[in-house]
T-cell receptor, first 112, second 114 residues
């Protein structure tokens, strides 16, 4: 069975500081991993996805994530936080039928 | 231009009522999904449907039933609503399952059961 764990339900960073959101996965098969972002009162938008083509995945809005099999991790980073990055971030893993299994989410607050 | 749309956006109703949430996608996708997001923001898959097969999450009560009149629509019917059904329901769609296909989400329907 597939699952993901997001460490830290709430992360606060200063504007311009590094953003690091943690995600660890558990999967019995090579995983497909995703990061989605949810802005207030909106649906989810894909930031990036890992499909085994490359371990470092670049996404939209300057975000990237690195797949580390030895650590079973897929942490999301951005070098410099912007006020507009404030949102809820979800890590997810898909099964063979493409159903997504989400983590509990991390709320990112950006302090001016 | 909206890729995945849901109606209504908000739904307030009494316990015991029957209600429906509509979902439409104009992306030409073959697979559609329903997710439930609870008050703690936790998202959980409810159904997936690829116009041939309906896959049901075994934890979903049978009061919930998806109906697909055509490939572009997957509506969610809920019978005998309960207080615990209050949540945000998201519809999503993707290409045919079988690989890391991106799911596109609708804006959500906020259901409040009184």
């Amino acid at each position: 069975a597939q699952s993901v764990t997001q460490l830290g339900s709430h992360v606060s960073v200063s504007e311009g500081a590094l953003v690091l959101l943690r995600c660890n996965y558990s999967s019995s098969v090579p995983p497909y991993l995703f990061w989605y972002v949810q802005y207030p009162n909106q649906g989810l938008q894909l930031l990036l996805k890992y499909t085994s083509a490359a371990t470092l995945v670049k996404g939209i809005n300057g975000f990237e994530a690195e797949f580390k099999k030895s650590e079973t991790s897929f942490h999301l980073t951005k070098p410099s936080a912007h006020m507009s990055d404030a949102a809820e971030y979800f890590c997810a893993v898909s099964d063979q039928a493409n159903n997504l299994f989400f983590g509990t989410g991390t709320r990112l607050t950006v302090i001016p | 231009d909206t890729a995945v749309s849901q109606t209504p956006k908000y739904l307030v109703t009494q316990m015991g009522n029957d209600k429906s949430i509509k979902c439409e996608q104009n992306l030409g996708h073959d697979t559609m999904y329903w997710y439930k997001q609870d008050s703690k923001k936790f998202l959980k898959i409810m159904f997936s449907y690829n116009n041939k097969e309906l896959i049901i999450n075994e934890t979903v009560p049978n009061r919930f039933s998806p109906k697909s009149p055509d490939k572009a629509h997957l509506n969610l019917h809920i019978n005998s609503l309960e207080l615990g059904d209050s949540a945000v329901y998201f519809c999503a769609s993707s290409q045919v399952a079988g690989g890391p296909k991106t799911q596109y989400f609708g804006p959500g329907t906020r259901l409040l059961v009184l």
